[in-house]
Protein backbone atom coordinates (compact mmCIF):
# COMPACT_ATOMS: atom_id res chain seq x y z
CA UNK A 1 0.00 0.00 0.00
CA UNK A 2 1.15 3.53 -0.86
CA UNK A 3 0.71 6.02 1.71
CA UNK A 4 0.94 10.09 0.82
CA UNK A 5 2.43 11.73 3.56
CA UNK A 6 2.93 15.51 2.78
CA UNK A 7 2.13 17.45 -0.32
CA UNK A 8 3.08 20.69 -1.34
CA UNK A 9 1.28 23.41 -3.99
CA UNK A 10 3.73 25.26 -5.79
CA UNK A 11 2.95 27.81 -8.85
CA UNK A 12 5.66 27.33 -11.48
CA UNK A 13 5.92 28.64 -15.04
CA UNK A 14 3.70 25.35 -16.14
CA UNK A 15 0.88 26.09 -13.75
CA UNK A 16 0.25 24.57 -10.30
CA UNK A 17 2.41 21.72 -9.65
CA UNK A 18 1.67 19.01 -6.66
CA UNK A 19 4.63 17.66 -4.88
CA UNK A 20 3.76 14.62 -3.10
CA UNK A 21 5.57 12.71 -0.58
CA UNK A 22 4.90 9.23 0.03
CA UNK A 23 6.12 6.08 2.10
CA UNK A 24 5.19 2.06 0.50
CA UNK A 25 4.26 0.11 3.45
CA UNK A 26 3.70 -3.72 2.89
CA UNK A 27 0.56 -6.28 4.17
CA UNK A 28 2.40 -6.98 7.73
CA UNK A 29 2.58 -3.14 7.97
CA UNK A 30 6.54 -2.46 7.35
CA UNK A 31 7.95 0.41 5.44
CA UNK A 32 9.54 -0.72 2.45
CA UNK A 33 10.02 2.58 0.35
CA UNK A 34 10.09 5.94 2.77
CA UNK A 35 10.17 9.74 1.56
CA UNK A 36 9.84 8.83 -1.83
CA UNK A 37 8.84 12.07 -4.38
CA UNK A 38 6.23 12.19 -7.46
CA UNK A 39 5.65 15.62 -8.88
CA UNK A 40 2.87 16.32 -11.15
CA UNK A 41 1.18 19.77 -12.68
CA UNK A 42 -2.30 19.57 -12.01
CA UNK A 43 -4.48 20.14 -15.11
CA UNK A 44 -7.71 18.35 -13.79
CA UNK A 45 -10.25 21.33 -13.39
CA UNK A 46 -12.02 20.82 -10.38
CA UNK A 47 -8.48 19.91 -8.69
CA UNK A 48 -7.61 23.10 -9.32
CA UNK A 49 -10.53 24.68 -8.17
CA UNK A 50 -9.58 23.04 -4.42
CA UNK A 51 -6.46 24.36 -5.05
CA UNK A 52 -8.00 27.95 -5.67
CA UNK A 53 -10.07 27.57 -2.49
CA UNK A 54 -7.40 26.28 0.04
CA UNK A 55 -5.10 29.20 -1.26
CA UNK A 56 -8.24 31.66 -0.02
CA UNK A 57 -8.57 29.64 3.02
CA UNK A 58 -4.93 30.04 3.80
CA UNK A 59 -4.91 33.69 2.54
CA UNK A 60 -7.61 34.51 4.62
CA UNK A 61 -5.95 32.87 7.96
CA UNK A 62 -2.72 35.09 7.33
CA UNK A 63 -4.51 38.26 6.94
CA UNK A 64 -6.19 37.57 10.19
CA UNK A 65 -3.37 37.29 11.67
CA UNK A 66 -2.02 39.90 13.80
Known sequence: MKK????T???TAEGK???IT??????????IKENERVNKVVV??????CIAELEDFAQDIVDGEK
Open 4 to 7: ATSM
Open 22 to 31: FSEIDDNGNI
Open 44 to 49: NRSALD
Open 17 to 19: RLS
Open 9 to 11: VLT
